[in-house]
């Protein structure tokens, strides 16, 4: 089995990245996992193995500050379909991986680059980005006092209060896809708020699609057809 697990991070306006921190983030992302794939494919077609490409719920969705990261991950789904399709005549499988955000060293590791690309930022987005850099470096805020019911309660999870997950959920979804007699061709992990963030965003597309002219079917067909 082959795990394409390697990834660069990275946040900014999409105005201030170079050209050669894209194609760094692309090369890595993107182009490194088929490399990769393609050198191991005489072992895999040979041994009917198993191909596992570790994306993000961002190969589904974008945000600002997010556009070239996202991009490779879209660029990684597309990939995985395309490669699944292709090798499961020859009994090779392919799945990839979707978390969302989880405790591991890639925000610490990127955050270096990441405020020197807001920092260079010029106009018209001087003042948006400075108050980016205010935010990520400042103190963090103390914790609450425990009160005598037993301490506050955390705030719900938002776009502002993040819960990150143990990268556990990740090791077993890669162990399903490794040795799952059928292996799932998508496993989309993390918490309740980014699944159905993640499921909100794919309902917009769906109903942008069927905004078509030549289709704009009813509702109530679109749901017998998820139902199916």
Do not use: F, T
């Given at each position: 089995?082959?795990?394409?697990?390697?990834g660069l991070g990275g946040l900014g306006l999409i105005a201030t990245w170079t050209e050669e921190e894209l194609l760094e983030i692309f090369d890595v992302n993107a182009i490194a996992p088929i490399r990769l794939s393609q050198a191991c494919l005489?072992?895999?077609?040979?041994?009917?193995?198993?191909?596992?490409n570790i994306g993000s719920q961002g190969g589904?969705?974008?945000?600002?500050y997010f556009g070239p990261y996202t991009m490779t991950k879209h660029a990684l789904e597309a990939f995985t379909v395309a490669l699944d399709e292709e090798l499961a005549p020859y009994g090779v499988r392919v799945s990839i991986v979707q978390p969302g955000g989880v405790s591991t060293a890639m925000g610490q590791n990127s955050m270096p680059s990441m405020l020197e690309r807001f920092r260079r930022a010029r106009a018209p987005f001087e003042e948006e980005a400075a108050e980016i850099v205010g935010a990520i470096t400042a103190p963090p805020e103390p914790e609450?006092?425990?009160t005598e019911e037993g301490g506050d309660q955390p705030p719900p999870e938002s776009e502002d209060h993040r819960t990150p997950s143990h990268p556990e959920i990740v090791a077993t979804a890669v162990l399903d896809a490794l040795f799952s007699p059928n292996p799932r061709l998508r496993y989309l992990v993390g918490t309740r708020w980014e699944g159905e963030r993640?499921?909100?965003?794919?309902?917009?597309?769906?109903?942008?699609?069927?905004?078509?002219?030549?289709?704009?079917?009813?509702?109530?067909?679109?749901?017998a057809q998820l139902r199916q």
């Open positions: 089995g082959l795990v394409n697990n390697a005489p072992l895999l077609v040979r041994s009917g193995g198993r191909i596992v589904s969705i974008s945000k600002r609450p006092e425990p993640v499921i909100r965003v794919l309902l917009d597309r769906l109903l942008d699609a069927n905004d078509c002219p030549s289709i704009r079917d009813p509702i109530e067909k679109l749901e």
